[in-house]
């Protein structure tokens, strides 16, 4: 439909939109690449103290870039043709926060296993979704006693909470980024799990 709007400047505007979720996702991962639980966690020593604090870091690492991302762009330039840009700009920061945590270039593009990170992005996109991963995350943890394996069930979990809970497919899209990841990041883990040989309720790297 013709609104009058030339065709220079709409090729233009069109540029502009497209390079939006670039730059999220660029700025997101920055910010997730800053191994600020990890210097905590050196900071205060090894303590039950020093953990819990690098564990909260590392979620609101997660869970404040993708909440202002979804507050800042609620209702810009939506389509009722396409999901809510809240939730496709949202998905896209949560992305690289969680990779830029997990593939640090600060530490050899190595870092945390996401865990944390990731549970803190759900909540900032649908928090009783996050708390669906918590909750599994935790009963996962005490009833095989495996601190790994209770976050990988909380992560398998997450986006069909997401799902249940928003209808939302670019977060729920998100959700099953952030399991593969967190796989990803726990095949060591898993390949102890299967031996045998995985410690129990020991804390692990986030």
Same mark, same amino acid.
């Given at each position: 439909m013709d609104v009058g709007i030339p065709e220079s400047t709409a090729i233009g505007l069109l540029l502009i939109v497209l390079a939006i979720p670039v730059?999220?996702?660029?700025?997101?991962?920055?910010?997730?690449?800053?191994? %600020?639980?990890?210097?905590?966690? /050196? %900071?205060?020593?090894?303590?039950?103290?020093?953990?819990?604090?690098?564990?909260?870091?590392?979620?609101?690492?997660?869970?404040?870039?993708?909440?202002?991302?979804?507050?800042?762009? /609620?209702?810009?330039?939506?389509?009722?043709?396409?999901?809510?840009?809240?939730?496709?700009f949202g998905a896209v920061v949560a992305a690289g926060v969680l990779l830029g945590h997990c593939f640090s270039p600060w530490l050899h593009f190595r870092g945390g296993k996401g865990v944390a990170t990731a549970f803190g992005a759900i909540f900032a996109l649908c928090w009783p979704a996050?708390?669906?991963?918590?909750?599994?995350?935790?009963?996962?943890?005490?009833?095989? /006693?495996?601190?790994?394996?209770?976050? %990988?069930?909380?992560?398998?979990?997450?986006?069909?909470?997401?799902?249940?809970?928003s209808g939302s497919i670019p977060e729920t899209l998100f959700g099953v980024f952030a399991a593969l990841v967190i796989a990803v990041r726990h095949r060591e883990n898993i390949g102890r799990l299967r031996s045998g040989t995985e410690a129990r309720m020991q804390l692990i790297k986030r």
């Amino acid at each position: 439909m013709d609104v009058g709007i030339p065709e220079s400047t709409a090729i233009g505007l069109l540029l502009i939109v497209l390079a939006i979720p670039v730059v999220l996702f660029i700025g997101a991962f920055l910010i997730g690449s800053v191994p %600020l639980g990890r210097l905590i966690g /050196r %900071l205060r020593a090894p303590s039950t103290i020093g953990t819990v604090a690098a564990l909260i870091v590392d979620t609101l690492k997660g869970f404040v870039p993708t909440f202002v991302a979804v507050v800042v762009f /609620r209702g810009f330039l939506d389509s009722p043709d396409l999901p809510p840009t809240s939730q496709i700009f949202g998905a896209v920061v949560a992305a690289g926060v969680l990779l830029g945590h997990c593939f640090s270039p600060w530490l050899h593009f190595r870092g945390g296993k996401g865990v944390a990170t990731a549970f803190g992005a759900i909540f900032a996109l649908c928090w009783p979704a996050g708390l669906v991963a918590v909750g599994v995350w935790i009963a996962g943890t005490l009833a095989t /006693r495996y601190l790994s394996a209770g976050s %990988l069930l909380g992560s398998i979990v997450a986006p069909f909470a997401i799902w249940f809970f928003s209808g939302s497919i670019p977060e729920t899209l998100f959700g099953v980024f952030a399991a593969l990841v967190i796989a990803v990041r726990h095949r060591e883990n898993i390949g102890r799990l299967r031996s045998g040989t995985e410690a129990r309720m020991q804390l692990i790297k986030r």
